[in-house]
């Protein structure tokens, strides 16, 4: 899966796009995001309150739509994209 | 309006080179900028007020020193679909770069080469259109304007947001915000806005465009214009169009103070 982070996550990453292997045999989106924080260690207490949820104002996204924390069940597969941003602030 | 600068040793003549090569290749007109300040009007220096001069087949040369180079591609947006700067680099505009010249780090590098001799034209023309397009708040009133429903449009109603370097005078000033977006998502979200709006009873164009990369204090940030039959509609689309551009558009927005950097969302 393909992920995509965006403002200070993605300095805290140190990386913008990143690729993750999962290893399960129905891949969900929290397989995923474990597999990021893997990777990416420094990003887990940016991105898990200390009940190990996910951050409730963070935006967590499955191919641009909007799943957030309920979503983390939902399947994903290798084409897939996720993305993971704060709040927005265009404008 | 695409735009692309050029920087170094000879860029003048490289900007030329890709004038002609487009005015002969594409459909859409070209301005050539010289910010080199190598050839100054008439020998005598530029003009205060600005100059125009046209030849004999009918280009017109213009100087002038009362614009800035953004300020003069505002200006030049609304009539020209491609403009070559030689001679400036900025922080936010697409730029080739010859030889051994410093641009800020946020500038997008298109090329780089060791002279002006080794630049290819042909790959400059080949990128040329793919580039992110120079925008201006005059560019969108003119689509805006350029619409089917036009004969039953009474109002235009846009905003303009820009960097505010100070929110109360006690503030550290704003020097820079930098914004980065979503790509792709930004562009479907902003897309279900517009077609919310404009299916309003009377509301008939919608138009946005927010830019990206590093911003300086008093420069324009983003633009929306509506396009209705009357002004109340105007004004409300256009209320309604930046308020949820900011609540629902992934875009991001740093800011760099005097007291120092950070994201607004951390505020």
């Known amino acids: 899966m393909h992920w995509k982070l965006f403002a200070d996550l993605a300095e805290v990453a140190g990386d913008r796009e990143v690729d993750v292997d999962v290893e399960a045999d129905a891949p969900t989106v929290d397989d995923a995001l474990s597999a990021l924080l893997d990777a990416y260690p420094a990003l887990e207490p940016r991105v898990l309150t200390d009940a190990g949820k996910l951050e409730p104002h963070l935006n967590l996204l499955k191919n641009g739509e909007q799943i957030g924390e309920p979503g983390l069940s939902t399947p994903v597969d290798e084409g897939d994209e996720l993305a993971l941003f704060p709040p927005v602030s265009g404008g | ?267």
């Open chain 2, 1 to 267: 309006m695409q735009t692309l600068c050029i920087v170094g040793e000879d860029c003048l003549s490289a900007a030329e080179t890709l004038t002609d090569r487009l005015t002969t290749r594409r459909e859409g007109r070209v301005a050539t900028v010289d910010c080199t300040g190598s050839r100054p009007v008439d020998g005598a220096g530029l003009p205060d007020e600005g100059e125009f001069r046209v030849d004999g087949d009918g280009r017109w040369v213009g100087a002038g020193s009362d614009r800035s180079a953004t300020e003069l591609l505002d200006s030049l947006a609304r009539r020209y679909d491609y403009a070559l700067l030689a001679g400036v680099v900025h922080h936010r505009l697409p730029t080739v770069v010859l030889g051994d010249v410093e641009t800020p780090p946020s500038t997008p590098i298109v090329e780089t080469t060791p002279t002006a001799a080794e630049l290819d034209p042909e790959t400059i023309l080949g990128r040329i259109d793919e580039l992110d397009p120079y925008i201006s708040l005059e560019t969108l009133v003119d689509r805006a304007k350029a619409s089917p429903m036009a004969d039953r449009a009474g109002a235009i109603a846009t905003f303009t947001g820009r960097v505010r370097a100070k929110d109360d005078p006690a503030d550290a000033r704003t020097e820079r915000l930098t914004f980065e977006k979503y790509e792709g998502v930004a562009e479907q979200r902003l897309d279900a806005i517009r077609q919310d709006l404009t299916a309003r009873e009377g509301v008939f164009e919608v138009l946005f465009h927010h830019r990206v990369g590093p911003i300086d204090d008093g420069e324009d940030i983003v633009f929306v214009v509506v396009l209705a039959g009357h002004r109340r509609q105007a004004f409300r689309a256009v209320e309604d169009g930046i308020d949820r551009l900011k609540d629902e558009v992934p875009i991001f927005k740093k800011e760099s103070t005097t007291d120092g950097d950070f994201w607004l969302h951390e505020r």
